[in-house]
């Protein structure tokens, strides 16, 4: 089984890490992969807050999104880098995600899961210091980050009009590093 | 000049972190500074979006925080630890804070200065994990934190119905380390 | 195949992490991996210096040292926290081993391996800070290190006369993630 | 009270960080701040070993550098990254003048002092990813490292055959930011 759920850290429609999450999809698909893309703006949900959550359980969306979690065994994350780290949204979703209700384990969600770890920015070093932060968290929940990662430097000159990484090398990068991810998930077998 | 905002990572009502952080105001103001207490709560602001800043600009409760970090050189946070980092809603703030407006400089809310971390849990390393990530993110936007930092584990256990620290040499180390920010704040006179 | 070399970070002839690390080792060879320990003392080398390799190649026990690492495919490691972070011994072995000879391409000795990280300390978080920065560099030279650690607080009362962890819990923590270890490894079989 | 030691990570005898050191070190006496500079290579240490120490004590060049050390409030060192971090060089001589001797507190030598940290490497980022882990360690040892930092890329490119720095911009910003480092010593006058 090699089910991967693809997505981005940020929420602006013509995202860069938006992109990039869809070109790590498209590769993903080719190398053999079940994939699920999703934005993080269909599932709208409110800051995390510990009151909240007594007082009405977890949002609808978050059920949801928790569902779509359980069901997938690779993560591929196109993370911005805002203030050199990974985005309050994003680990919002995450936190509310790694929620627990009635008798599921702890960190059911994460647990076993294996993750690939992007990202895009306009900048000289392509977002990766937010990367170093978010594979720590990621490890530190019991998700195994590979050690493979992408950053794309100078985001707005990298994708042609179609969405598409311009620069050869990068989109070779991109293919073999997902590759290699469907192919562990593959072994794995993770459930 | 010694102007301190202090405020918690957390918004649950009965949060650890923001007994802990009133308990740092409290030591600071014992110390000599002016301090200012807030809680995350009483400015909300939806998730950064880049978007929705070009569309509308900075939400008013953005704009109004803004001010008020810009009036501080020091900082208190009490950051809880969720998933091993920060929360996602310490981070949205300081995203949508970090953002410039106008002629302002970049990082000019943050630039210069310094700040002190503490974090509370239930558990037995009080929350330990969150703050390295928190340091390394702080001293990327340019804030001096300084190395001492405090840790309350088992924090449903440590505070008194008056929300202080029971344990007399937790509360020792509160104090000296806040004494000690103060007086770093006070030789540097950074504006 | 499942070869696993086990290795502390510290030197101390009564040294905790090495009682740990055989502990390691004896639950990878139950488990069912070909298991080589060693230890640093056995591979004394200067320290990295890059006119020393210039004038004279890798030492022989480095030489040696790199065709062990290579037969194996995982790696662990039991890291004392030595100032926070892994000891200089450790590091200066990896900076050492790490160093390309010939046709070889770069990071032949660590790239595909996978790790598993332990700790132990006398004091009361076990060396877990220490494994923080391990686990980021190791990543970061293309080891892929799993989720799982184990942190062996107050070590000096945790092994009994033939070195067995004493509590039940511990050895039992330590067989299952050394068990899954050895399992994703044999799926993997990576070369 | 001004008086910074400066020395590089690296002991190679055309080292760029032992140039970039020496440029800071004439950046900091230029900004009124009595300098110290070293070379690894003249205090020449075994790697740490307890049962060394428990036989010996501490090397006679540990004692002397130790001593250095406490006549000085700042640091700044320039880091080589090797394999994303700190050098094992650098990290064994912090972990034996770490060590405490007689009636000397903990961290005795660290504790209280300010850091500046730079790089320098042949690549592209400049060996900027080693100082994450540099930073945060230091940190753990209570010293307080200023945000401030430079990392020099494609460094066989950047010095002259004086070895100073070509790039104006890159020697004015080692020339402010070690002036603000020299600044914040003489206001705290730390001891």
Redesign the interface.
């Known amino acids: 089984m090699s089910k991967i759920l693809v997505f981005a850290g940020?929420?602006?429609?013509d995202?860069f890490n938006k992109r990039l999450a869809k070109c790590a999809a498209n590769a993903a698909k080719s190398a053999g992969a079940e994939v699920t893309y999703f934005d993080l703006t269909e599932y709208p949900m409110p800051?995390?807050?510990?009151?909240l959550e007594t007082a009405e359980g977890l949002p609808e969306t978050v059920r949801k999104l928790k569902e779509i979690f359980k069901q997938h065994n690779g993560l591929i994350i196109a993370s911005p880098e805002?203030?050199?780290?990974?985005?309050?949204?994003?680990?919002?979703?995450?936190?509310w995600v790694?929620r627990q209700e009635g008798q599921e384990p702890s960190l059911a969600v994460f647990k076993n899961k294996y993750a690939l770890l992007l990202s895009a920015s306009p900048g000289a070093?392509g977002g990766l210091?937010g990367l170093?932060?978010l594979?720590?968290?990621l490890?530190?929940?019991?998700?195994?980050?590979?050690?493979?990662q992408l950053s794309i430097s100078k985001a707005h000159e990298a994708f042609n009009e179609n969405g598409e990484l311009l620069d050869a090398k990068q989109l070779q990068q991109l293919n073999t590093m997902t590759l290699n991810f469907v192919n562990?998930l593959k072994?794995?077998?993770v459930k």
């Open positions: 940020s929420t602006r429609k995202s800051m995390y807050d510990g009151d805002y203030n050199s780290s990974f985005s309050g949204v994003l680990k919002n979703t995450i936190d790694s070093l210091r170093v932060g594979r720590s968290m490890s530190n929940i019991q998700v195994t980050v590979v050690p493979d562990v072994k794995l077998d």
